[in-house]
């Protein structure tokens, strides 16, 4: 029995903000995800070495930041300086690194509802899904429609069904699974998060005839978004949302 989901689910979600067009998962990502019409956003969730949790999708910091190696061999106070925004463009240098707190606390200014991926480095699945949770538990309203939780591990989301039953989990597929149905049963996940790469229209059914809605990433072509909503996918993640929302008339 899948738990029913406490809200809808919109057909384009915020890939890390608006990432095509601002430094991904930062705020000004989150900002300009809103400013193009997204209600929804999707961001990753690490920790640093100190044990905060952060916005940050790769294992390492030097794609995405003025820092060299590991995300979790630096502690916050030290993230804080780095500059996440000019690797993008000059027009977001300064663009500080995200903590969590902070953006879900953007999350409820702007009205954007995010879907919490939680993206542990090996070795960290409990941790990071503890101090997360805790961390959402604490700023999340209780009276708000709760978060979407996802991730790619399934010992992170163990610890998010334990810790906060009532908030919904999604589970993460990258290549096809022949497990899936017996781990998003026993994740009591409620939707299943998969890569449009290794899905077809046969595997989009079998997903849903679990009675799990579909989520695809990630789908930056409107005519291939069109296609997967009329196969039945509930949302896309896209880091073009203006483009999909755009074309949706
Ligand atoms: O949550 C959907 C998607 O973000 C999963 O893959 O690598 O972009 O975090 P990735
Ligand atoms: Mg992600």
Same mark, same amino acid.
């Given at each position: 029995m899948v738990a029913a989901l406490p809200f809808l689910l919109p057909p384009v979600i915020a890939h890390r903000g608006a990432s095509a067009n601002a430094p991904e998962n930062t705020a000004a990502a989150l900002r300009l995800a809103r400013a193009?019409?997204?209600?929804?956003?999707e961001f990753d969730v690490t920790l640093s070495r100190d044990g905060v949790p952060v916005l940050f999708h790769d294992d390492d910091l030097d794609r995405t930041s003025t820092g060299k190696g590991p995300v979790n061999g630096m502690d916050w106070a030290d993230l804080q300086k780095l500059d996440a925004? #000019?690797? @993008?463009?000059? &027009?977001f240098a300064g663009e500080p690194v995200l903590g969590f707190a902070e953006a879900l606390k953007l999350c409820l200014e702007l009205g954007l509802h995010p879907n919490?991926?939680?993206k542990p480095a090996a070795g960290e699945d409990v941790e990071t899904a503890e101090v997360a949770m805790a961390a959402a538990a604490a700023i999340w309203p209780k009276d708000r429609v709760p978060p979407l %939780? *996802? *991730? @790619? *591990?399934a010992r992170s989301l163990e610890?998010? /069904?334990?810790r906060l039953p009532d908030w919904p989990r999604g589970y993460l597929i990258y290549e096809r699974q022949d497990d899936w149905a017996e781990t998003a049963d026993r994740l009591q996940a409620s939707t299943i998060h998969a890569c449009n790469r290794f899905e077809t229209t046969e595997t989009i059914a079998a997903y /849903? $005839? #679990?009675? /799990?809605? %579909?989520?695809?990433?990630?789908?930056?072509? $409107?005519?291939? &978004?069109?296609?997967?909503?009329? $196969?039945?996918? #509930?949302s896309v993640f896209t880091d073009h949302a203006g483009r999909l929302i755009g074309s949706l008339g």
């Open positions: 193009h019409g997204a209600r929804w956003v925004g #000019s690797w @993008f463009g000059p &027009a919490i991926e939680i %939780v *996802s *991730s @790619f *591990s610890i998010a /069904r334990d /849903r $005839a #679990s009675g /799990r809605p %579909v989520l695809i990433y990630t789908v930056n072509n $409107a005519a291939l &978004a069109h296609e997967l909503w009329r $196969a039945g996918v #509930s």
